[in-house]
């Protein structure tokens, strides 16, 4: 091979380095996200501290649990978007750059951080978005008023809908696992 073609592969084999500015936005919006939700963890715990005084009224603690559940499930969904961006930044650094070594050898208790190709990142980071939307969905239930039996059987298929969409990520998980 001619030294122009060992120079453009060259190239070609560096340019995946572009990658690293997705690494490293992933990562910080991933500590963002991280700092956002702990913060907001940190806020609404601060605000219950009034939850067991007795000149609360019935009508405002009910106020105050409806609000402190639907805190804890915008939480919730803060720590798993910044779970996604962490499992992102991972997965496109190991893909494209390098193994990482310290992962190496490591006895984790789970391989959610272990990804081996472009379909495995896929499918974790799908199984976490699944759970996201599970806990939007949640939030948004919480803060339906439910007037008509019409408005629970809506809410009993969404129900439904996700039992579906959790048995087929893990019956797709099972698949998979069994091929490898």
Do not use: C, Q
Not at 17 to 30: E, G, I, R
């Amino acid at each position: 091979m001619n030294k122009m073609g060992l120079v453009f592969e060259g190239f070609l084999w560096n340019s995946r380095f572009v990658v690293l500015s997705a690494v490293l936005a992933s990562l910080a919006a991933a500590f963002a996200m991280f700092f956002m939700a702990t913060v907001d963890a940190f806020y609404m715990i601060s605000h219950l501290i009034g939850y067991a005084s007795p000149s609360l009224s019935p009508e405002l603690r009910a106020d105050l649990r409806g609000e402190t559940v639907t805190h804890v499930v915008e939480i919730v969904d803060g720590y798993l978007l910044a779970t996604v961006l962490l499992i992102f930044a991972l997965g496109l650094y190991e893909l494209f750059i390098s193994a990482i070594d310290p992962a190496k050898g490591k006895k984790i208790s789970s391989s959610v951080l272990m990804i081996t190709s472009l379909d495995d990142l896929k499918s974790r980071l799908a199984k976490v978005i699944l759970m996201i939307l599970i806990v939007k969905f949640f939030e948004y239930a919480v803060d339906i008023k439910y007037e008509t039996p019409l408005d629970l059987l809506y809410l009993a298929g969404g129900i439904a809908l996700i039992g579906v969409a959790i048995y087929l990520s893990h019956a797709e998980g099972k698949e998979s696992s069994e091929k490898h």
